[in-house]
């Protein structure tokens, strides 16, 4: 039987009550005052409606979350979640306004707060660790809004750093310049100072390779891409997938926004196959992340 045969991807109260395991895993919590005890279900109001009995208001477990106020039916919301999830190189809005039957405004809207949904939270721990390397490397995408065109190297090019641990996760960042006062506290962030920098030639990883455990760097200007354990392939690897989606697939991206299409690419990467997460698993995992991060049109 097919994934998409599923109740909760047709049937509104079947949506709901999938959502509600998922979100509430001990049951219904008021998302305004926070209460567990004395909540009940509301009969005879809409589907999903409950009320807490020590704030007296009513709420579903939509409240709160990325789709709160939304008038998109939740079962297109999890067909929604699941192609996006599933997709390797994303899916466009223009496609997905075409297979839920919506328009591309609405297709358009729902994509951003998904992608809003599939970003990490700030307190998430540092890549790597004692015996594992990560590797760090840029892109470089289309013209930078705002700088004129023309000028040699990247001035004009928007730029991408990303950290890689091999076996592990990816964190990408949209970054305005490759300067050590821009890069260097991404990277001490985000990465163990007992772990194997793995990196370029490129300038900006010199002094900062001392830091870490180990430093390695291949030299791409002398045909150099690896030498024993060091190479920054992983990084490359991720480029690539990167950049057939966003030129194959979504084509074009605004300067504001390219933020969350990285957390999309990165969520997919840091829930693959070989971490153990299939495509079903990946779209409840984008799913649970919805709390917390409503997105409003003046935001997106």
């Given at each position: 039987m097919s994934i998409l045969s599923?109740?909760?991807?047709?049937?509104?109260?079947?949506a709901i009550a999938r959502l509600e395991s998922l979100i509430w895993e001990n049951g219904p919590v008021c998302p305004r005052c926070k209460g567990e005890d004395r909540i009940t279900r509301v009969n005879g109001g809409r589907a999903g409606l409950w009320r807490c009995g020590p704030c007296k208001r009513q709420f579903t477990v939509k409240v709160g979350t990325v789709f709160e106020s939304s008038h998109v039916p939740l079962h297109k919301w999890f067909q929604a979640a699941h192609l996006m999830a599933s997709s390797k190189k994303g899916i466009?809005?223009?496609?997905?306004?075409?297979?839920l039957k919506v328009t591309y405004k609405t297709a358009w809207f729902m994509e951003h707060r998904l992608r809003e949904a599939?970003?990490?939270g700030s307190l998430v721990p540092p890549l790597g660790g004692e015996g594992k390397a990560v590797e760090a490397d840029e892109t470089f995408l289309s013209h930078m809004e705002g700088r004129p065109k023309g000028r040699t190297g990247t001035y004009d090019r928007r730029k991408v750093l990303t950290?890689?641990?091999?076996?592990?996760?990816?964190?990408s960042f949209h970054i305005q310049d490759l300067r050590n006062d821009i890069i260097w506290p991404i990277v001490r962030k985000n990465i163990a100072r007992e772990s194997a920098l793995m990196t370029d030639e490129a300038r900006h990883y010199h002094k900062l390779?001392?830091?870490?455990?180990?430093?390695?760097?291949?030299?791409?200007?002398?045909?150099?891409?690896?030498?024993?354990?060091?190479?920054?392939?992983t990084a490359e690897s991720f480029f690539a997938l990167f950049k057939r989606g966003m030129r194959g697939v979504y084509q074009h991206c605004s300067e504001k926004h390219l933020h969350r299409y990285l957390a999309e690419f990165d969520f997919r990467y840091n829930n693959r196959v070989a971490l153990g997460v299939g495509d079903e698993a990946r779209a409840e995992r984008a799913l649970g992340g919805i709390v917390g991060k409503r997105l409003m049109y003046r935001d997106s």
């Open positions: 599923e109740k909760h991807f047709h049937n509104e109260a079947a466009s809005a223009h496609q997905l306004h075409r297979t599939m970003r990490a950290l890689v641990e091999r076996g592990g996760e990816a964190r390779g001392k830091t870490f455990a180990r430093h390695e760097a291949v030299e791409h200007n002398e045909k150099e891409y690896v030498r024993g354990d060091a190479h920054i392939n």
